[in-house]
């Protein structure tokens, strides 16, 4: 199985493309045991998702051990200010108790032997010239803001993301 099915098996079938998203990229892999005690803070969390005071239709789910994925149905309400603000405390929280990094925005992931790797942005063009990836690598695309957006375009080569234009993607000989 594709990794790019496996996401497509993982995201929830029942909320409509222009669904919002969000990903958060640890800085580490959870364990299996923490992942199974964050997917239960995570769920305990969208369950109760309100804003102004209305249930939010949403789902939360940490993917390959890595990324924590929330989306929100907004056809009934628009999340925002404080709803946003309750996502980002559970996320805070989950920080704290696993010392991993949710917030590190200089840190990028490819997906390298079927599996997520972490490189640091500033070391991205000498994985690139040492031949560790090339502009074919996929990478995943954390910018990614609706479900449609996160099933087709989180999972990139490197060539076609926001990335390459900031990278010199000759293959180094």
Known sequence: MSLSTAIQDLIPADFPGNSR?????????FSEQQALEVNEQLKQ???QWMVHGKEVKGWAGLLFNRFIVLMADESTHEVSGCSIDSSVRVLKSIERQYEAKLFDRLSITFLINDKPEALPMNQVQYALDKGYI?????????LVDTKKDLL??????LSQSWL??????????
């Open 164 to 173: 390459s234009s900031r990278l010199d993607l000759k293959v180094a000989g």
């Open 134 to 142: 090339s502009g074919d690598t996929l990478l995943f695309n954390n």
């Open 21 to 29: 998203a969000w990903v958060y990229q640890s800085s580490r892999p």
């Open 152 to 157: 087709d375009n989180w999972l990139q080569p």
């Open 45 to 47: 969390f969208y369950q």
